[in-house]
């Protein structure tokens, strides 16, 4: 079942007390490391939209206090990945080692190892313009020689990864999927969507979506006995809802949201925002918002949101 919220304001070492953490919730870590341009960003912005708690070369003896604060954090932080490379201290100890004791500690760890061929790192190097961290450690100082340089030390990492994704031929939204798959926790993360009214004398929402224009519908401003309610008012809805067109409007937005948020899903996209405006963002457009989120909201057929917000950007204003 969707939930529906409404917003009625305007808009080496290793763990020392980890084994402490209950074990009727145990911790989860991910190690997140790979070959660089191998695609670790895009793993760790993943792994973050799935859930889990996401932190960068986070150095190994602050990896058991790390879990200590999240496990006494409200809520709780129990899915934390860990995202390191080649520059990190990490890499000059035993992987194994540390992931050993981790587990012993009773928490539960994998690594997830991203590599790729020479030929599409150098090709990624190249549009990202930027160095590769031993470059130039080689005596060559060349790209080649970074990427050599780095196989060699990341050989014993990638033979204890329990998880290796070769990148080569991978889109990013194929890379999102097989991420989902394995750390999803079973289930496929969902979209949350906001729909959002507003004024159009205020200006359209620039992180919007989809924008929709119900200045259509006639005004109530121009009712004297409905000019000072808003559309979250009943005299106010009742009104705009039963003007002709509203219902099969409504029907329409309901099936075109339906439609995109299913494809930004399947594209990796977990965040959309529909903005619904009118002249002053008060009385149209917040109740036209207002029903189009309930009725995302009671569709359990739309499986591909999980949480409708409903805002007021504008509301209050005049």
């Not at 939209?49 to 954090?73: H, K, Q």
């Not at 979506?209 to 000072?228: K, S």
């Amino acid at each position: 079942m969707t939930r529906v919220e409404s917003n009625n304001n305007n808009a080496g070492a290793v763990p020392g007390k980890a084994g402490s953490v209950p074990e009727t919730q145990p911790v989860e870590v991910v190690i997140v490391t790979g070959l660089s341009g191998a695609g670790r960003g895009t793993a760790a912005r993943v792994l973050e939209d799935l859930g889990w708690y996401v932190t960068d070369n986070l150095p190994p003896e602050l990896i058991g206090r790390m879990i200590e604060l999240g496990a006494a954090a409200q809520p709780p932080i129990r899915r934390l990945a860990l995202v390191m490379d080649v520059r990190s201290r990490f890499f000059t100890g035993d992987l194994s080692g540390v992931t050993e004791q981790l587990r012993v500690a009773g928490i539960r760890t994998r690594v997830l190892y991203l590599e790729a061929s020479d030929d599409v790192l150098i090709r990624r190097f190249g549009f990202a313009r930027r160095r590769h961290p031993l470059q130039s450690d080689s005596p060559e100082g060349t790209l080649s020689a970074g990427l050599a340089a780095e196989r060699v030390r990341l050989a014993s990492v990638k033979a204890a990864a329990d998880v290796v994704i070769d990148t080569t031929e991978l889109s990013i939204h194929q890379l999102h999927r097989k991420l989902e798959e394995v750390y999803g926790a079973g289930a496929p993360a969902a979209l949350q969507l906001t729909v959002q009214s507003f004024g159009f004398k205020y200006g359209v929402p620039l992180d919007a979506d989809m924008v929709l224009d119900v200045r259509f519908l006639p005004n109530p401003h121009w009712i004297p006995e409905l000019r000072e309610h808003t559309g979250q008012e009943s005299v106010v809805s009742d009104y705009v809802l039963s003007r002709p067109g509203a219902q099969d409007y409504l029907s329409t937005c309901h099936h075109l949201v339906d439609l995109t948020t299913t494809g930004y899903r399947q594209e990796g996209k977990r965040y959309m925002t529909v903005a619904v405006g009118c002249t002053g963002g008060k009385h149209r457009s917040v109740a036209i918002a207002e029903a189009l989120g309930e009725r995302i909201g009671a569709d359990t057929g739309a499986v591909a949101v999980d949480v409708v917000r409903v805002v007021h950007r504008d509301l209050g204003r005049e």
